[in-house]
């Protein structure tokens, strides 16, 4: 029986949804709206305030006028409290939260239960004790044409100002968290736009932002398109900085934007992540580890385990098993309470899944399970699995963002650290063994960002998470994204 819908969920999606600019909720400029569609069913879902340009103008400015005003003056501590409260009411909120995410994004409802709501929650209240800890150093200084010269030198570590954030259609709540919650922390204020195909959740975060007790502008909220309101940010004069999430393609089209004021990008991208699982390792843990690395979320995640290299030796053992499990995959609506993996969130997105799946097969590639659409309703696709590709195919090097792994076997450690890394991308890897000191020696040859050793998909507000090469540049979570919403000034002061 589909879970019925909580009545704030139902009169959410039934009230046209506006922009939140300024602590106000108001229509796009233009007057224009969107839908946005249940990729369950092809249907619409709720009508949106679509915003560009002149929207962008209002909401930098109100940015603006918050950075240089209350946000600036309150203390560290005031605003670690309220971060922490954004935290505590996306929990009070769960199932809402969880509802919407699950209608607007095709997810699992119990997926978006224990892991989308809750670790973004988490993510505001780890980067709430961030906002009273944000230092700077002394420096000792050794000035040779001022010999004699005492100084006094000390750095500060200051918001950068206005920043834009972009993020993706994957994890819409969560992301949204990975952004604002840093960004918030360390004293910027922020115009968030979500993906076009997922806006519901951001603006319902906006409503318990305001109720958290963030001052008007501090974070404004622009659903809206890409080519449009998210160009507009990316090139506004307005803006100090741009964090983007999303395509690697997209991401070069940021950077160029961004080059008019020459304001401060970060990025995390695509990837292409290898899988990789030895002979030595315990084959029951490989087989679900390497299912759970590219079936997660319906493939549609930017680390998803989508090269799979097993050791010739258990190739066909882990195929099989990974097959198996696929097999056994129920798809379904996302509040169906048995779906274990609901659609792909628009049809866009099914028919560049399905296109990759007719390449592979043209190239010669060898379909063990799945390969095509899966029903007539909705933006289903077959979790699939292939072998028999080779290093040149678009299935091997291109990101399909899918539910479709390419399982290749390899016989040394040289040869498949080569293999592994011969790639645009490095977001994450997987290494599966039982040798503790080959999976350490592995990982160091490994260029990616995250390299996960017997488990997949482990998050964790403390950790860490971005690219090497077209992956992208900067870190998100952790202390290390601490970099990425800072200026450092040296202050140097002669005794």
């Not at 680390?303 to 882990?318: I, M, P, Y």
């Not at 979790?383 to 899918?402: C, D, N, Q, S, Y």
Request: charged share 20%; aromatic share 8%; proline share 5%.
């Amino acid at each position: 029986m589909t879970v019925t819908l909580e009545k704030s969920v139902e009169d959410f999606i039934s009230t046209p949804r506006q922009l939140f600019i300024d602590g106000r909720w108001v229509d796009a400029a233009s007057g224009k709206t969107f839908a946005t569609p249940n990729p369950a069913t092809g249907q619409m879902l709720a009508q949106v305030a679509e915003a560009d340009a002149e929207d962008v103008d209002r909401a930098v400015r109100a940015a603006r006028q918050a950075f240089e005003g209350p946000w600036s003056r309150m203390t560290a501590s005031e605003r670690g409290r309220i971060i922490w409260r954004i935290g505590d009411l996306i929990l009070e909120h769960l199932e809402e939260l969880a509802q919407l995410e699950s209608l607007d994004n095709g997810k699992p409802l119990a997926v978006a239960r224990v892991a989308d709501v809750p670790l973004a929650a988490d993510l505001f209240h780890y980067m709430a004790g961030w906002a009273t800890k944000i230092e700077g150093n002394t420096i000792s200084l050794s000035v040779p044409y001022l010999p004699g010269a005492a100084f006094h030198a000390y750095t500060l570590r200051e918001p950068i100002g206005v920043i834009a954030q972009i993020i993706p259609w994957n994890f819409p709540l969560l992301m949204a968290a990975w952004k604002l919650g840093p960004a918030l922390a360390t004293g910027n204020t922020v115009i968030l736009k979500p993906a076009e195909q997922t806006p519901l959740s951001a603006l319902r975060l906006a409503e318990l932002i305001a109720e958290a007790g963030v001052p008007d502008g501090v974070v404004n909220v622009l659903p809206g398109y890409g080519e449009t309101a998210g160009a507009a940010l990316a090139a506004h004069d307005g803006v100090d900085k741009v964090a983007f999430t999303g395509s690697t393609e997209v991401g070069k089209l940021i950077v160029h934007a961004a080059t008019g004021n020459l304001k401060k990008v970060s990025l995390e991208l695509g990837g292409k992540s290898p899988n990789i699982v030895f002979d030595d390792a315990d084959p029951d843990l490989a087989i679900q580890g390497a299912a759970n690395a590219i079936f997660f979320n319906h493939g549609q995640c930017c680390v998803a385990g989508s090269r799979l290299f097993v050791h010739e030796n258990r190739f066909d053992q882990v195929v099989e098993g990974v097959a198996d499990i696929a097999r056994g995959i129920k798809l379904g609506s996302g509040l169906e309470p048995d779906t274990q993996m609901g659609p792909l969130v628009s049809d866009e997105q099914l028919r560049r899944v399905t296109g990759y799946l007719d390449s592979g097969r043209d190239e010669g590639a060898h379909t063990v399970v799945g390969g095509g659409r899966h029903g007539q309703q909705g933006f289903f696709v077959q979790p699939t699995v292939l072998i028999g590709a080779h290093p040149r195919m678009k299935v091997v090097r291109e990101e399909i963002f899918g539910p479709v792994v390419v399982a290749s076997p390899f016989s040394d450690l040289d040869e498949i650290a080569a293999e592994a890394n011969d790639t645009t991308y490095g977001l994450g890897a997987g290494i599966w063994t039982r040798d503790i000191s080959k999976a350490h020696a592995l990982a160091g040859k490994i260029r990616a960002g995250t390299v996960w050793i017997n488990c997949y998909n482990v998050f964790d507000a403390a950790l860490p998470f971005g690219g090497y090469k077209q992956s992208g540049w900067g870190r998100e979570m952790g202390h290390e994204v601490l970099a990425a919403y800072t200026e450092v000034k040296a202050v140097c002061t002669q005794l």
